[in-house]
């Protein structure tokens, strides 16, 4: 994320090489999740709040990753996951939080 948004110098190798850990990250995720429904265990737990938040960065690299159409499984759980009352509720302060910088 910090290349991509407040590093002075565009760095198109770094920003690149951040993409393909995200895409192989989600690649894995995606193979993992088409028998589970929870990342660890049978319920909600750390693992699926962490990622939910670490994919709020997806939007930085729209141009490179589309999940929906690559991921299919991986973004269908993320919906899901962000659809929890919890979930939504700091996904909204979070935003709010932001717009009030």
């Not at 690149?16 to 049978?42: H, P, Q, T």
């Not at 737990?45 to 490179?64: C, E, H, K």
């Not at 299919?72 to 709010?96: F, G, Q, T, Y």
């Amino acid at each position: 994320m910090w290349f991509t948004i407040y590093h002075a110098e565009k760095l198109p190798s770094t920003i690149e090489s951040y993409a393909n850990e995200i895409r192989r990250v989600s690649g894995v995720l995606d193979r993992v999740l088409k028998d589970k429904e929870f990342l660890v265990g049978d319920k909600f737990g750390y693992a699926d709040a962490a990622f939910v938040t670490w994919y709020l960065i997806i939007p930085l690299f729209a141009d490179r990753i589309n999940l929906e159409a690559d991921f299919p499984v991986l973004n269908a759980w993320l919906e899901h996951m962000k659809a929890r009352p919890a979930i939504a509720r700091i996904l909204h302060d979070r935003e709010a939080a932001m717009k009030a910088k």
